[in-house]
């Protein structure tokens, strides 16, 4: 009679290894432990893409002030095309739309942008207002209403 030996996979006092409950335990609770971690790394990522966006609405918000102010001290307001033109003290502002971008000029002079990645911008002068419609790179329409000062009378 031949006699085959046999390998065992555990052996618990040879000195060879093997894996105990303890070592499963360990091994579940580690796997689990990354796991949760999972949906903060999507969160994190989805506070980035928030803040993206805070970023173009700040900018928005920003030129929605500086032009308002402007605005409020201006003279002689003209539209042309997508070209808005004013006179502030001695000096002639344009703001228009290059490239991506619209930029104000001081007597036709300069190049401060103003907003970014835009891709269409339209103005409308009626009686006593302003609108503005400004369509980003995304898609996304942002739109306002800027009052305009009466025409000053000189006596």
């Not at 003279?75 to 002639?92: P, R």
């Amino acid at each position: 009679m031949l006699k085959i030996k046999q390998n065992k996979n555990a052996s618990y006092r040879n000195g060879s290894s093997a894996f105990t409950l303890l070592e499963t335990i360990l091994s579940i609770t580690i796997i689990l432990s990354i796991s949760s971690l999972i949906p903060l790394f999507f969160e994190c990522y989805n506070k980035t893409i928030q803040l993206s966006n805070i970023d173009q609405t700040t900018e928005w918000q920003l030129f929605l002030i500086q032009t308002r102010l402007e605005l409020e001290k201006a003279s002689n307001i003209q539209v042309d095309g997508n070209t808005l033109s004013f006179n502030n003290g001695k000096d002639q502002i344009t703001y228009s739309k290059y490239r991506d971008l619209i930029r104000r000029q001081v007597n036709g002079k300069g190049h401060e942008p103003l907003l970014t990645q835009v891709k269409d911008y339209q103005l409308t002068k009626k009686e006593r207002q302003l609108d503005l419609q400004v369509q980003d790179a995304n898609e996304r329409i942002y739109t306002s209403v800027f009052p305009l000062p009466e025409a000053k009378q000189h006596p």
